[in-house]
């Protein structure tokens, strides 16, 4: 997996950081628009199962998405493994690597090959009445994630790249392949919960739920912006980790009302 410089990604230029968000956007709605039946594939490589299909399970989706494995290869940076890396402490999405390269400092992520990373489900009613209306679970959706970074690409500072895909992991008992994403490194010290409400207050966002805020005028909620998942660099917000999606129905509703309330 070659090295890309990221130095237009800390430019103090905003032109530069707008041409860099665009083309980390075009990266991911490519990914999108050119696999639209990737959900039904995974779910044919679950059900066919690891055990009967093993290795060939990997060659049939990318198949089915390029044509042939090779013509994958080059259009979405198919990855079959992370040359360069250092392994550390997985999370509860992602399995973890940090780039050995220190010109390049990136931490590379990639799914766990039984789910893609996490949505939001949104409760009118808080059963417990602890402020937690906006939980987040397992996402069975690969367009789901892909869209989740977009999202989030466009309301901070351009952070998340898409690498790919990977194989599954085997060995670890996994069936389906996993989505790779890499992020610049970021400062390592956890904002307070004060702080991250202020910064988000800046740019229109409003606490709905317990690490959970809403911007009505397009309609974007983040889920599990927690402290550990979000920075403040130079006074900019980068919820880098939060869950990013666009409610309907019922759920945008509950959004919106919420958000006029704490107004």
């Not at 039904?40 to 494995?69: H, N, Q, V």
Request: proline residues 7%.
């Amino acid at each position: 997996m070659p090295e890309r410089p990221d130095y237009q990604e800390i430019s103090n230029n905003p032109f530069d950081v707008e041409q860099v968000r665009a083309a980390r956007n075009k990266g991911f709605r490519d990914c999108i628009d050119a696999i639209p039946e990737m959900g039904s594939i995974l779910s044919k490589c679950s059900e066919i199962g690891w055990k009967a299909f093993e290795e060939k399970c990997c060659e049939y989706l990318l198949a089915r998405l390029a044509g042939t494995p090779a013509d994958a290869e080059s259009k979405f940076k198919v990855t079959r493994e992370l040359h360069h890396q250092v392994d550390f402490e997985g999370g509860d999405e992602h399995h973890l690597a940090l780039s050995a390269n220190e010109e390049a400092r990136r931490v590379f992520k990639w799914t766990y090959g039984n789910n893609f990373g996490l949505l939001l489900k949104v409760y009118e009613i808080d059963p417990q009445g602890m402020n937690q209306n906006v939980i987040s679970s397992g996402n069975p959706d690969p367009c789901y994630y892909l869209r989740r970074w977009i999202i989030l690409k466009n309301i901070g500072p351009p952070v998340t790249r898409f690498e790919g895909l990977l194989p599954p992991d085997f060995l670890n008992g996994e069936r389906l392949p996993r989505l790779s994403i890499s992020q610049r490194m970021l400062p390592p010290e956890n904002p307070s919960y004060q702080e991250i409400i202020n910064a988000f207050h800046k740019i229109g966002f409003i606490e709905v739920a317990e690490n959970a805020y809403y911007r009505e005028n397009d309609n974007i909620l983040l889920g599990d912006a927690a402290p550990r998942n979000v920075r403040i660099v130079n006074g900019v917000i980068i919820p880098f980790d939060a869950v990013a999606e666009q409610p309907s129905g019922n759920a945008k509703e509950w959004c919106g009302n919420e958000a006029r309330k704490r107004l």
